[in-house]
């Protein structure tokens, strides 16, 4: 098999893509974007960001490239990563009581072929007060996860009530998926 690379920095995604016992090497690109065109449907942003964070990257003839993208969706809206705390609220108030879709995009690459497909998962929050809300925010930052939380984290042990489809997804990274694909190559 390919050495395997994935290139991402996101801890979630090294501790998910350990877990399926494979070798891999991080390597992170800095200053690929995460730009999309405006009228592409927000399922498919994942999948799109994907093959262009994929695209950034020179990759050997024994290697084989993993990227990925994942974005929280509400009612057709993108949450993205959020910038600061009161962003990292109003997320939360739009999540809160309601269900949302996760998205990830995967793009796995050689130089001989590329496979990408996307996978989504349904999460439902119950009620959340401000202050649990506030409370999650001060103690785990969630600045670095689109849609301001992470369903492993304590937010998710107290506002999740159903969960739709991969629970590593909504992690960063449905791998049991990305096994089944990499198996191919």
Known sequence: MNKLILASNSPRRHELLKGLDLDFEVRVKKGVGE??????????????????????????????????DTVVILNGEIMGKPKDAAEAHEMLRKLNGHTHQVVTGVSITTLEKQVSFSDTTAVTFRELTDNEIDYYIEHYKPFDKAGAYGVQEWIGYIGVTRIEGSFYNVMGLPVERVYEALKEF
């Open 35 to 68: 730009k999309y065109p405006e009228n592409l449907p927000a399922e498919k942003v994942p999948e799109y960001i994907s093959k262009e964070k994929a695209a950034a990257y020179d990759i050997q003839e024994n290697e084989t490239l993993l990227t990925a």
